[in-house]
């Protein structure tokens, strides 16, 4: 099976940046369209970004946008999500997940289930 692994996540200050990282084995990454998720305690799952298996497509959610941008490398098998001006309510778990391209090719706003998840990286935004 795909194997996703999220790094990156840190402590950081109000108005840090970071690079989050998603690393993907046993399986080929052109295969999959990636999102972003993230999670705070005591809230709901959130999409935070999505790019296509072909990077002709990215969308991001509201809550982020203009702050984050997504990219990816395929022969690296490697999705990495820039984050730019973080602010407290950024603080969650960041998780990867993969769709195969044959489901979903596109990006939606409200796509089904995933096929594989990273376990997340936790990022807090704290002074």
Same mark, same amino acid.
């Given at each position: ?6 790094? /990156? @996540?840190?402590?950081?200050?109000? @108005? ?6 998603? %690393?993907?084995?046993? /399986? ?7 999102? +972003?998720?993230?999670?705070?305690? @005591? ?8 790019? *296509?298996?072909?990077?002709?497509? *990215?969308? !991001?959610?509201?809550? %982020?946008? @203009? ?10 098998? *490697?999705? +990495?999500?820039? &984050? ?15 769709? !195969?391209?044959? *489901?979903?090719?596109?990006? !939606?706003?409200?796509? &089904?289930?995933?096929?594989? +998840? ?6 807090? %935004?704290?002074?």
């Amino acid at each position: 099976q795909l194997q996703l692994v999220e790094s /990156g @996540g840190a402590l950081v200050q109000p @108005g840090d940046s970071l690079r989050l990282s998603c %690393v993907a084995s046993g /399986g080929n990454l052109n295969d999959y369209t990636i999102y +972003w998720f993230r999670q705070a305690p @005591g809230k709901e799952r959130e999409g935070v970004s999505c790019i *296509t298996a072909d990077s002709g497509e *990215t969308l !991001h959610g509201d809550s %982020v946008k @203009g702050r984050i941008a997504i990219s990816r490398d395929n022969d690296k098998n *490697t999705v +990495w999500l820039q &984050m730019n001006s973080l602010k407290p309510e950024d603080t969650a778990v960041y998780y990867c997940a993969a769709i !195969h391209i044959r *489901t979903l090719l596109l990006c !939606h706003r409200n796509p &089904m289930d995933m096929d594989f +998840w990273g376990k997340g990286t936790l990022v807090t %935004v704290s002074s």
